[in-house]
């Protein structure tokens, strides 16, 4: 079993800034792979990015390059998202996923209002 904590959700203007953590329960370099996804009210949940257990960032959706970075600190088992010149349209619960011997396990989301 893996359980995650999310933070650093919150309300933003546009152009502002946030950073989200993803803390698990135990040694995050045992996980295949780890990733952020989101779901907007009305849409389905969509992702955003993945980093693999060997630290290569294998994906970015288009909406977030340039803007968003994966990145994991192994000593304090926990994932971050740092996201810039947030957007209206990035507005969702924000989830945290990891693969794990088989199975996927997710945060309990954390919400991210960007205003116009």
């Known amino acids: 079993q893996v359980q995650l904590v999310e933070s650093g959700g919150g309300l933003v203007r546009a152009g502002g800034s946030l950073r989200l953590s993803c803390t698990a329960s135990?040694?995050?370099?045992?996980?295949?792979?780890m990733g952020w996804y989101r779901q907007a009210p009305g849409k389905q949940r969509e992702l955003v990015t993945i980093?693999?257990?060997?630290?290569?960032?294998?994906y970015y959706a288009d909406s977030v390059k340039g803007r968003f970075t994966i990145s994991r600190d192994n000593a304090k088992n926990t994932m971050y998202l740092q996201m810039n010149s947030l957007k209206p349209e990035d507005t969702a619960v924000y989830y945290c996923?990891?693969?794990?011997?088989?199975?996927?396990?997710w945060g309990q989301g954390t919400q991210v209002t960007v205003s116009s």
């Open positions: 980093i693999t257990g060997g630290g290569r960032t294998d």
């Open positions: 996923s990891v693969s794990y011997n088989w199975n996927t396990y």
């Open positions: 135990r040694s995050i370099s045992t996980f295949n792979a």
